[in-house]
């Protein structure tokens, strides 16, 4: 498609510190978003001049003012002033404000945890609707991040008791029992990802507390089994490990007054010898339940370093390629036991 005419625009910012935030030490931002949005960026005393095509010179127009109306009332990194105008560009009816005035917790540091794009608002608002949510998608989509500050926000505004945090612990070539330490020190090491979690959302000293008080609790999932869980945020981590069995145990735990979200990504299933992944069945037994929502994120929803979301779509792709010729090999083979002129 041929590009469109080339057009110039000014976009003047009279606050120095709040130029100086959207442009950086240098203009450096600036440059980062000009490639990302194909538009020639430079800035001259309080004015920033754009040079490039007139759709892309307006977008930019668009993108420059929502950011500084977020900024005006929050800190932004450069990346997420970049995932910023990655959303606009991919999606013009978003505004930029309704991203991030939605606001899921505010840390223990004062950082604010809000979605970061269109598909993280949706998962965000389906918790907020469903008892039970699944957020099905590569690694590095916020998935279990956005779980945990929801399941935090909902204990410090004491909609539940306590918070439930548990996953498989899949055996990756070494038994628990060979293990050193007790069983909680075996199993520690599979779920420390949702300590971080923890720590990064509340100054370690409370953390401590609500852990020996079992306000929070952090547990394998065979921990489940035999339990009725109610007043509780529950949240399982890396479900693509459970077997289908584990599944239906760990969904029939459910209880009053609670609520469930399950994340994980189907295309790392562990599981030995095959096993069909509990999350995969319970993705085609469930869909359509009332109650019930699925969330899919893809590699364009990576909030980590930009690499990360090209080397998931590397994978994606060679794996795709994969299953196509594995179905043209199995194809080949039905059709050379087809019997000639249809006689057996």
Do not use: W
């Not at 004491?158 to 050193?180: C, D, M, Q």
């Not at 239906?248 to 009053?256: H, Q």
Request: charged share 30%; hydrophobic share 40%; glycine share 8%.
């Amino acid at each position: 498609m041929p590009k469109s005419a080339k057009t110039t625009a000014e976009v003047e910012v009279t606050d120095a510190d709040l130029l100086l935030r959207l442009t950086g030490p240098g203009g450096k931002h600036l440059e980062e978003l000009g490639a990302e949005l194909d538009v020639s960026m430079g800035l001259r005393g309080d004015t920033i001049h754009l040079q490039g095509d007139v759709e892309d010179v307006a977008l930019v127009e668009r993108v420059l003012a929502e950011l500084l109306t977020v900024m005006e009332k929050r800190h932004l990194s450069p990346e997420e002033m970049l995932r910023a105008a990655r959303t606009v560009a991919a999606h013009p009816e978003v505004r930029l404000s309704e991203l991030f005035d939605d606001v899921v917790l505010r840390t223990s540091s004062k950082r604010v945890i809000s979605p970061k794009g269109v598909a993280q608002k949706s998962y965000v608002a389906a918790i907020r609707s469903h008892d039970i949510v699944f957020g099905v998608g590569p690694a590095g989509t916020g998935k279990t991040y956005l779980a945990m500050g929801m399941a935090v926000a909902a204990l410090q505004s004491r909609s539940v008791k306590r918070i439930i945090l548990t996953r498989p612990a899949v055996e990756a070539g070494e038994k628990l029992g060979f293990l050193p330490g007790d069983l909680a020190e075996k199993v520690n090491p599979y779920l420390r990802p949702l300590y971080d979690a923890l720590h990064d959302m509340m100054d370690d000293g409370r953390v401590a507390m609500l852990l020996e008080r079992g306000t929070i609790e952090v547990a394998p999932l065979a921990f489940m089994r035999g339990r009725t869980l109610n007043d509780a945020f529950v949240i399982l981590d890396e479900a693509q490990n459970t077997t289908q069995e584990q599944m239906k145990m760990f969904l029939t735990r459910l209880g009053f007054r609670s609520r469930t979200v399950i994340t994980g990504d189907v295309t790392q299933v562990d599981l030995p010898g095959g096993r069909r992944s509990g999350l995969e069945d319970a993705q085609r037994l469930l869909a359509g339940i009332e109650g019930i929502a699925f969330c899919e994120f893809s590699d364009a929803d990576v909030v980590r370093h930009p690499l990360v979301q090209r080397i998931i779509r590397a994978y994606d792709q060679r794996d795709a390629y994969r299953r196509a010729k594995e179905s043209e090999r199995e194809a080949a083979e039905a059709a050379d036991d087809e019997p000639i002129g249809g006689e057996r």
